[in-house]
């Protein structure tokens, strides 16, 4: 893709192409130019419905261009039947948000964050706590561990007696634990304890746990402290925005908090009704129209989406009236802001407006001029099924558990075992060398139904071709041995044709629309003066 992209831009920036209005051009429909810098941005998503055909890269640039001309065409058609009228409303809030969005961008864009609140932020989210850990289900036995460490009792030799009196459910080996993976209760002991130390009983909602603080290791995670970075800096730039539109506020609008205060918009008196038709200022911006209370209690009504009564009757409008006028002052003085600083004029805003409009145009004009033309008919569906039944076929399925081991002998006494027909669950809670299977990087297999694509390619291979029953041993990258049991298998089968019915239904649809488009924009286009000034 690389070299495909690398070679179309050798091939088009290598052209003397003209320049109209101040810009590059690569051909005009109807007089009207397809700039160099819309065939970037269209260049920059090629990959997408591309990138597996194949084709010379002369053979892209064409589809490429007749692409942006076809969609040319069909946008003009639809401003000159008028459809530009229908999404004007939808322009126009797109357009205010929009100005209010890159106002925000232009305040925020130099805010860097505090890289050693990065690193400190960074450090808690990685840390990772070494436990080792038993359940006690009665506390008094809990309690007669907790009195053995006491006495200066060794914690390893004293968990793996309280194990082998099945006093206590654990495992003999620590497991390295993050914050968030730990029961609060757990948590809060931990972060008290020094290395090596021995927790006292805590209680839980399953039993009474004591356990040992082991190790605390900081394993790097470039990831998580790119996505810190992000959070702290996110954070920073609200801030800082929150305090410029603070400033603006109290630079340029005043509230009458007097009769804010006085608005009851749920009593009987004042009434909703009156309030809409109340003409008094609550607010005043400079240079600005002032807010009346009618535009208050309009702007509140359309918020509830249940309806006035409603909010009336679950007294939640008088919660809401302060909040409503603060939203109705920063939407207007933001957009008077951004308006002095002249960001309406900027390319970057225009563009944004204009490809959003066009957007809703060619959509428009596809649904109301194209799409009532596209027909589906019964027998060409059923053909399509039969003729990629492949397409159409629940894939093979099967539900594992599993038991791991560190070591392979200890994995293979167990399959062993079982192929001899020991219980499974006998088998997990007494077979030696087991793993904790909540240690990180270990396969979890608890029984769900998996598809051969939700299985590691090793254990893909491993159970190829198994029954209802069998057992596979299976060795991962990370010298982890897995006994698999497989409890189910599921044939891969075709999908009736009713349940395959509106996916198919979708995809010719989809692929008739698309002829549909391209045959009408053909149309327009004989019609059209399209001159294009790319070179073959």
């Known amino acids: ?12 920036f290598g052209q003397d192409l003209p320049t109209i209005k101040g ?13 160099l810098d819309e065939f970037d941005q269209e260049l920059a998503t090629i990959h997408q419905g591309m990138g597996g055909e194949q084709k010379t890269e002369k053979e892209k640039i064409s589809g490429l261009l007749k692409r942006l001309i076809n969609t040319r065409l069909i946008i003009q058609e639809a401003r000159r039947i008028g459809l530009d009228e229908l999404v004007k409303e939808r322009v126009d809030v797109f357009s205010r948000v929009t100005l209010r969005d890159e106002l925000i961008e232009r305040q925020v864009k130099n805010i860097k964050p505090d890289e050693k609140e990065v690193d400190r932020l960074y450090r808690e989210s ?15 036995d809990a309690k007669a561990m907790e009195d053995a460490l006491k006495r200066g009792k060794d914690f390893d030799e004293t968990l793996k007696r309280f194990l082998a009196d099945k006093k206590g459910k654990g495992n003999e080996e620590g497991s390295y634990l993050k914050d968030k993976e730990l029961l609060p209760e757990i948590a809060e002991a931990v972060s008290k304890m020094k290395i090596g130390s021995t927790s006292s009983v805590v209680k839980i909602k399953t039993g009474f746990v004591i356990f040992k603080l082991e190790d605390v290791r900081f394993p790097d995670d470039l990831k998580v402290k790119e996505q810190v970075r992000v959070g702290i800096l996110q954070q920073k730039q609200k801030e800082a925005f929150a305090n410029y539109e603070k400033a603006l506020r109290a630079k340029s ?6 009769l804010l205060k006085s608005l009851d918009f749920e009593s009987k008196e004042q009434g909703f ?18 807010i009346t209370v009618s535009e208050l209690a309009e702007y509140m009504k359309q918020q509830l989406y249940h309806g006035v009564e409603r909010a009336v009757e679950s007294k939640r409008l008088d919660k809401r009236k302060n909040r409503s006028l603060e939203e109705m002052l920063e939407k207007r003085i933001l957009r008077k802001e951004a308006l002095r600083l002249g960001i309406d004029k900027t390319e970057a805003y225009k563009n944004k407006v204009k490809e959003y409009e066009n957007s809703l145009i060619f959509g428009a004009f596809i649904q109301k001029a194209v799409a009532p033309d596209v027909k589906l008919k019964e027998d060409e569906l059923k053909a399509n099924y039969d003729e990629h039944i492949k ?6 399925m099967m539900k594992m558990v599993s038991l791991v081991f560190g070591k392979r002998e200890d994995a293979e006494r167990a399959l062993v075992n079982l192929r001899k027909g020991a219980d499974f669950r006998w088998v997990k809670e007494n077979a030696e060398g087991q793993v904790d299977q909540n240690k990180k990087g270990i396969l979890v297999f608890d029984g769900r139904l998996l598809t051969a694509k939700d299985l590691p390619g090793g254990v893909s291979k491993v159970v190829a071709g198994a029954k209802t029953g069998d057992f596979r041993l299976y060795e991962s990258p990370e010298n982890h041995y897995y006994v698999l049991y497989v409890q189910e298998v599921i044939p891969s089968k075709p999908q009736p044709y009713p349940e395959a019915r509106e996916k198919i239904a ?7 629309l698309t002829k549909a488009v ?8 004989a019609l059209s003066d399209v001159k294009i000034y790319l070179k073959d």
Not at 3 to 10: Q, R, S, T
Not at 506 to 512: P, Q, T
């Open 1 to 12: 893709m690389i070299g495909f992209l690398v070679g179309i831009i050798g091939i088009v």
């Open 23 to 35: 810009k590059k051009t690569v051909a005009t429909v109807n007089g009207e130019p397809i700039t």
């Open 391 to 396: 397409e159409y076929t629940y894939p093979e």
């Open 126 to 140: 990685i840390k990772e706590w070494k436990i080792k850990s038993i359940l006690f289900e009665k506390e008094e």
């Open 506 to 512: 979708k995809k010719i649809y989809n692929e008739k």
């Open 273 to 290: 009704e009156k309030l809409l038709k109340d003409k008094r200022v609550v607010a005043e911006i400079k240079g600005e129209k002032p």
């Open 253 to 258: 609008a005043k509230v009458n908090d007097q």
């Open 518 to 525: 391209e045959e009408y924009a053909e149309k327009l286009r």
